[in-house]
């Protein structure tokens, strides 16, 4: 029997009453009786970047990421979802609050604040009687100021198993499941010790092919094996308590990888991450959806889930009507952007390198606001806005090590270092049918000026709809705004030699 959700929540429920209030669905046959089904479960399972295309759904043949390939299985993999920024920060105040980033104020920045009366999905499902409540990173990194309580909800420090025990009866509960994997530092050679295939590594192309740069990558690779093992042992709890297919379950990454040229970064390497979505009979399994998702869609869909409204405030789309076989794609394009990631820059600035990105089919075009800056921090450390940063939008390890070691003397190296450290223009330009991994700027092209053109129209137009500060004035607030976290500093000459 065909059935249509009436977005309806009884008023004892809305008062904050502590039990499940059923939603009520019409039958489309004219008999006219309702039915009475209960309200989803939420779990979103983000991992700490956990970047595209690292899963063995979408084509990884090395990374173990079962519980990911089963949510794609039993559920819907989108392959074309993206950050509306790829930095921890920004993507996270993204998600919570279903907005582009750069409305957040200081929250478009990392290691900043989010604003105490934003609208935020859990504690609009709080305030509907879902039982809330988050593990390990959510938020953040920042500071929390004004808030009353956790924006994701109450830390359940043991996890989703403590959190299932203090559910109130009947409750729906909406739980966010992070780790701090695999977010950096590794334990070196622990990806080879896990029995994964260092040789059979699909690298970027614009790392270097090199023992280093395979090894630093297995380990990333099993720190995102681990947070999969996670999200399995959630999902078999689910299934043990019979609340599996009740359960909305999204799994997903809030950015790329912490290597070069990937997390900080609007190409693919560092703006696109892995989703899946699960729910039970009402998502239907095995599709692959190739409609552009930003991660700012989850919030309203869930809310949409539960019956409630989405707050104007909210500029994502509600993806459940697609979820559940609608024909209408969600998305033709996809912003990106970013503000501040790191205080990376030279004395006196304290600014960050913003930027901002429209991608579609055919091309991924970038706008960087400020050219003169450097898009990955300084790499003169002696001048560094911040003590002894280096490179400072970039973590440190031993694929960013390798590539400053051996830039010098070797081309192919040099190669890697121009991509992922040097200056870059003001706009870039890729045709991603000749370019996929976005590595030859068509921007100066006379060839490719109408498209150029068009997108760069296209981009400011949608910037200023969205109320952007960086098209409609006020930008400058993104740099001056405070920053309460450290930048990666200069290692050693050192521990550079020791990678030539």
Partial sequence: MKIHLIRFI????????????PIRLQSSEADGQDQVERRPNILFCIADDWGWPHAGALGDSVVQTPAFDRLAREGVLFPHAYVSSPSCTPSRNAILTGQWHWRLKEGANLWSILAPETNVYPKLLGAAGYHVGHWRKSWGPGRLKGWDGHPAGPNYKKGFKEFLEARPEGAPFCFWLGASDPHRPYQLGSGAESGLVCEEIDLFPFFPDCEEVRGDVADY???????DQDVA???????KSGELDNTLIVMTGDH??????CKGNVYDSGARVPLAVRWGDRVKGGQVLEDFVSLTDLAPSFLSAAGLEIPSSMTGNDL??????GDKASRSFVLIGRERHTQAQEKPSSGGY???ALRNREFLYVRNYEPDRWPAGTPYHERAYMKNGWLGDCDNGPTKLVIAARAPKDPVYWESYRLCFAKRPGEELYDLKADPHQLVNLAANPEYSEVKTKLAAQLVAELKASGDPREIGGAQAFDEYPYFGGVPKFP????IKAYR
Avoid: K
């Fill in 256 to 261: 790329g990888m912490p290597f070069p040229r």
């Fill in 233 to 239: 042992r959630a999902i078999a709890l689910l299934e």
């Fill in 221 to 227: 690779y099993f720190e995102v094996g681990r947070f």
């Fill in 354 to 356: 913003p930027v901002r």
């Fill in 492 to 495: 050693g000459a050192e521990a």
């Fill in 320 to 325: 459940l009507a697609r979820l559940q076989g």
């Fill in 10 to 21: 009884c008023l004892a429920t809305m008062m904050g009453a502590g039990h499940s209030a």
